[in-house]
Nanobody
Framework: VQLQASGGGLVQPGGSLRLSCAAS????????IGWFRQAPGKEREGVGS????????YYVDSVKGRFTISRDNGKNTVYLQMNSLKPEDAAVYYC????????????????????WGQGTQVTVSS
């Protein structure tokens, strides 16, 4: 069972990146997915989540209107499209899978999540 986040990199302020979260060893379609990030010296924070059937998404205020989570269950992959990136968005981004409330909950409580991927670094700098 493995989750792998990828797609990070260096981008200028105002730029865009698309992160991917790919699952192996289990069917991602049965799980809600959350995206989290952790900047140096800061606690990990939730960014947004999507239910297993894409019926609901949730974003924290700091990324609302700029970030979009989508999923392709046929490809066992979830995406985080990040637009209008700001320096304060720089962090290691993680995806996580949650079976509890997969179809109805957009919780970003990290304790609810079953599997975590290795992070991908996002750097926003000119």
């Amino acid at each position: 069972v493995q989750l792998q986040a990828s797609g990070g990199g260096l981008v200028q302020p105002g730029g865009s990146l698309r992160l991917s979260c790919a699952a192996s060893g289990f069917t991602l379609g049965y799980y809600a997915i959350g995206w989290f990030r952790q900047a140096p010296g800061k606690e990990r924070e939730g960014v947004g989540s999507i239910t297993s059937d894409s019926g609901s998404t949730y974003y924290v205020d700091s990324v609302k209107g700029r970030f979009t989570i989508s999923r392709d269950n046929g490809k066992n992959t979830v995406y985080l499209q990040m637009n209008s990136l700001k320096p304060e968005d720089a962090a290691v981004y993680y995806c996580a899978a949650r079976s509890y409330g997969a179809t109805w909950s957009t919780s970003l409580n990290s304790y609810d999540y079953d599997y975590w991927g290795q992070g991908t670094q996002v750097t926003v700098s000119s």
